[in-house]
């Protein structure tokens, strides 16, 4: 009997000296895609992770959070390392310093919503000037040796949607790879991505575009390469609490059998690697205030999940959110073993 086998979806891409062999990336988010993060989701087989976003002025400052957020690991390869900001020489040298930092990429960000970058015109807002979108890229790509690559929203809002055109000053002026947000700013997180204005975007240009927006596991991941045509595809807030979706999103990429869902011990496993990354990078302190964030993520949809965050969010010592956290998923994992052993 034959055997069917599901075809791969991408074939990868080049990007400078790397191959890019599963084109899945991590989307950059400020406040979660930390280092710590970022080495719990490298676990699943990402091709590319970008780091959280850099104000190109606070480079100047040497300011120890934007140190922190732009560590990365000497294995992690590649990287790119994300910078925002509308002027051209403050660009450049951030770009400049991001490489010093072990960039292998420098990813520049014109999709951020948030009022307060919007107003100094970075971010989403500078898709609205398409003049000074081109002198940034221009002057950032002549700054450095390493691809810079482009993350954008569709527009500004529906009625000046220019993905297209952006996508065209990307390319011309040396941007080797753009990533689309299917959403305009006016939008936010609101309402839905839309797939097909990203294909408006790889149809417009030669160099790989990722598409990005509202995956959260295989099949919305199978459907948005289908309605835009995209060579990769980036999930961001589907991995809070639930970084597996990158091993089903792969698997969808590589034509394989999803994995199996977790078992409550590989869960546990991950928390608790989680929060040991977070005490490690940020120290104790502040790795409880991200861990009363990230924790409660892992629980949705368990049983006890709405008494375990309670529990969980009350507590402001990291050694004591471990514990709490290790009974509550190793119960999760008892009942798992009864009930795989009476089955
Ligand atoms: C909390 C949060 C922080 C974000 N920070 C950044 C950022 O620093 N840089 C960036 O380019 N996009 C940022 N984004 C946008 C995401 O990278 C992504 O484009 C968006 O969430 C849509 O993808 P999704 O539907 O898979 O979440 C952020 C999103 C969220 C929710």
């Known amino acids: 009997m034959e055997i069917m086998q599901a075809k791969r979806l991408l074939p990868g891409f080049r990007l400078g000296r790397y191959e890019i062999d599963v084109p899945l990336v991590l989307a950059p988010m400020a406040g979660i895609t930390d280092l710590p993060f970022r080495r719990v989701c490298r676990r699943f087989g990402i091709g590319l992770t970008v780091t959280e976003m850099v104000a190109s002025r606070a480079v100047d400052m040497k300011r ?18 994300q910078i925002a900001g509308s002027d051209p020489h403050y660009m450049r040298q951030a770009a400049q310093w991001a490489v010093d930092h072990g960039a292998d990429f420098v990813d520049i960000n014109m999709g951020c919503p948030v009022k307060k970058i ?4 970075a971010g989403s807002a500078m898709l609205k000037d398409e003049l000074l979108v081109r002198r940034v890229l221009d002057a950032v790509v002549a700054a450095v040796d390493v691809p810079v690559t482009l993350k954008i929203r569709t527009g500004w809002d529906e009625r000046s949607k220019n993905v297209a055109t952006i996508a065209r000053i990307a390319e011309d002026v040396g941007v080797q790879l753009l990533t689309v947000h299917g959403r305009t700013r006016a939008q936010m997180f609101h309402g839905h991505a839309c797939w097909e204005d990203i294909g408006l ?9 990722i598409g990005n927006g509202d995956i959260v596991d295989g099949d919305s991941a199978r459907a948005m390469i289908a309605a835009s045509g995209c060579d990769g595809v980036m999930v961001g807030r589907a991995v809070q609490g639930n ?8 698997a969808a990429i590589l ?23 977070l005490r490690e990078h ?18 949705k949809g368990l049983h006890g999940s709405a008494e375990f965050r309670s529990a969980f969010q009350q507590l402001h010592d990291w050694q004591a959110q471990l514990e709490v956290a290790e009974r509550y998923f190793l119960s999760l994992s008892a009942a798992h073993g009864a009930l795989a052993r009476a089955a």
């Open 64 to 81: 120890e959070r934007t140190q922190k957020i732009v560590q990365v690991d000497a294995d992690e390869q590649p990287v790119a390392i």
């Open 118 to 121: 919007c107003k100094q015109l």
């Open 201 to 209: 975007a790889k149809q417009a240009v030669s160099i790989p575009v």
């Open 243 to 250: 970084p597996w979706v990158l091993a089903e999103v792969r």
């Open 255 to 277: 034509g394989e059998a999803p994995p199996a869902a977790p078992t409550p011990a590989q869960r546990w496993d991950v928390v608790y690697q989680h929060m040991q990354h």
């Open 282 to 299: 940020h120290g104790e302190a502040t790795a409880s205030k991200l861990a009363r964030k990230h924790v409660p993520w892992y629980s």
